[in-house]
């Protein structure tokens, strides 16, 4: 589906004509007087530009249509600023690549930090299971959260937090076979 409005959105920029240098410097004038249409012409004769930076980010960890939407953000915010009376601390051009640079690298470092995380997460709750796994069968009995942390050199409160998203992916995971399976949609007031 993604690619389906990828596809749709190049189709839709082949029908639009860039800004040339010379329109480029009498939109920024008239934008400057407060013309909003100078604004929209100036977003729609630089989409191509965006997406061609937004390109150079393909295959970093994000969506190209999420590249897109951040790349098209940079430009509508830069002409928003400008439109406000913001005067341009250098050329259109320079300001308009390296705003959506900042965009895009900003965008592609969150995406990484996130999967870290989701990963360090993972790890967590794959080691917690395995040692209360062990310790169930060196006890005869489940451990306490307790026996656990002192086991993993952590908190309570941490191996707490641990089980609940341990919960939560189970609560998860049950809800989407109900539903896969043609089960009854689960009522949200039931859930613990």
Do not use: C, W
Not at 142 to 152: C, G
């Amino acid at each position: 589906m993604h690619d389906d409005f990828y596809q749709m959105y190049l189709e839709e920029l082949e029908a639009l004509t860039e800004v040339g240098t010379e329109e480029e410097k009498i939109l920024l004038a008239r934008l400057s007087g407060g013309d909003g249409d100078a604004g929209k012409r100036l977003i729609e004769g630089n989409l191509k530009k965006v997406l061609a930076l937004a390109k150079e980010y393909d295959g970093k960890g994000l969506p190209m249509n999420d590249l897109v939407q951040e790349a098209n953000m940079a430009l509508t915010a830069l002409v928003m600023e400008l439109g406000d009376g913001e005067s341009p601390e250098m050329e259109f051009e320079e300001l308009l690549e390296k705003r959506v640079r900042e965009s895009l690298q900003a965008a592609v470092d969150e995406q990484q930090r996130e999967s870290e995380i989701e990963e360090n997460v993972t790890a967590r709750v794959n080691v917690l299971q395995e040692v209360s796994r062990v310790m169930a069968g060196e006890l005869g009995r489940e451990a306490t959260v307790d026996e656990l942390a002192q086991k993993m050199k952590m908190t309570a409160d941490e191996i707490r937090d641990i089980m609940k998203i341990t919960l939560d992916a189970v609560h998860v995971e049950t809800a989407m076979k109900m539903n896969l399976g043609g089960g009854e949609d689960l009522d949200p007031s039931e859930e613990a």
